[in-house]
C-alpha cells in the first residue's frame, strides 16, 4: 500500500553583520521513480532570491538559489508531500548469475556501471580489503554477504554525528571504530567495491515513527532521523539498485526516502554555498527535517 508523508526540511544559516551571498546549490526533492512520487513542492528563501531548477549529471534535482541583497541570516525551507510505494527486498529475486560472489556483470551493465564499480579511496597496505573479506562465508551468499556487513557495521562501530563538512576516508573510519551514517556508507560502499559490487552513495530522509507527534507506532526509534541521512545502493543483477543502511540496519524499506545520488558522497551535499563578509560574522548554522506520515 502506498505510504503518504509530508516533509519540511528547514535550513539556517546566521551572521553578526549583514553579508552577502553567492550561488546555492539546493538538493533536497525527492528523487522520483516508479517507487516514489512527489506529489507538492514548495520552496522558501529568506531574503528573496532567484531560483533555477536544473538537473545534474547522476539525474538529481538540483535548485540554483541566488539571494539578492545583504541579511544577517540565510533561511531555506523546503516542503514536500510525497507517495512512497516500497519494495520488500526478499521480493526482489536475483539474476542466477549473482546469487553468490564473485560474480560478473553483462558487458553492457559493466560499462554503465564503471565508475560505481571503481574504488574511489586508496587502501595501499590492503586493509580494507581484508576487512571486507571476513564476510564471506557460507558459500558467498550475495545477499547474505552483504546483509552481514550491513549489519555489522551500526553494531560494532560507534555513531557520532558531526555538523562540519566532509566525510571520513574508509581507513579513517576502521582507525576510530566510529563514523556518521555518512562514515559509514562510504565504508562499506568501499569495501564491496572491492568485492566487485557497484555501488553508489545515497542522501535523502529517514521515517522515525517515535518521532511522529502523531504516530501510533512503538518502533524503536532509528538513528540518523531529524536532519539528513545517508546510505548506500548496491547494484545486484535480477533486482537493480538495493537500499542498504548501515546506520541502521536497514535494506530497502519504506523509511528511507531517496534525494540524491553520486559515485561518492562529494558530490551529493544537500546544500553548498558562497557568502562575502568577514569569516568572524559567521555564527552558526541550524538544520532539521521533519517527517511526517500522513494518516488517512
Known sequence: MPIHYDITHTTVYRYK????????????RPRESHDLRVLATDLQVSPDASIRMIQDPHSNSVALVQPIGEATELRIVCRFSIEHVPTSVDQLALDPSAERLPFAYSVDDRFDLERYLRPHHDDPDGRLIRWA?????????????????????????????????????????????????????????????????????????????????????????????????????AYLPGAGWIAFDPTNNLMGGGQLIRVAVARDPSLAAPISGTWYGDAGHYEGLEASVVVRKVRD
Not at 549583514?18 to 533536497?28: A, I
Open 17 to 28: 553583520k549583514p553579508v552577502r551571498f553567492g550561488l546555492h546549490r539546493v538538493m533536497f
Open 133 to 233: 573479506h571476513q564476510f564471506l562465508e557460507d558459500g558467498n551468499d550475495t545477499r547474505e554477504v552483504l546483509a552481514r556487513m550491513n549489519a555489522y557495521i551500526g553494531q560494532n562501530f560507534t555513531y557520532a554525528a558531526r555538523d562540519e563538512e566532509g566525510t571520513q576516508t574508509p581507513l579513517q573510519t576502521l582507525d576510530l571504530g566510529s563514523g556518521s551514517c555518512r562514515d559509514y556508507a562510504l565504508l562499506m560502499m568501499e569495501a564491496v567495491r572491492r568485492l566487485g559490487v557497484a555501488t553508489r552513495f545515497v542522501t535523502g530522509y529517514l521515517y522515525d515513527a517515535a518521532l511522529d507527534v502523531e504516530g501510533e507506532s512503538a518502533e524503536e526509534s532509528v538513528i540518523g532521523a531529524g536532519t539528513t541521512h545517508a546510505w548506500l545502493h
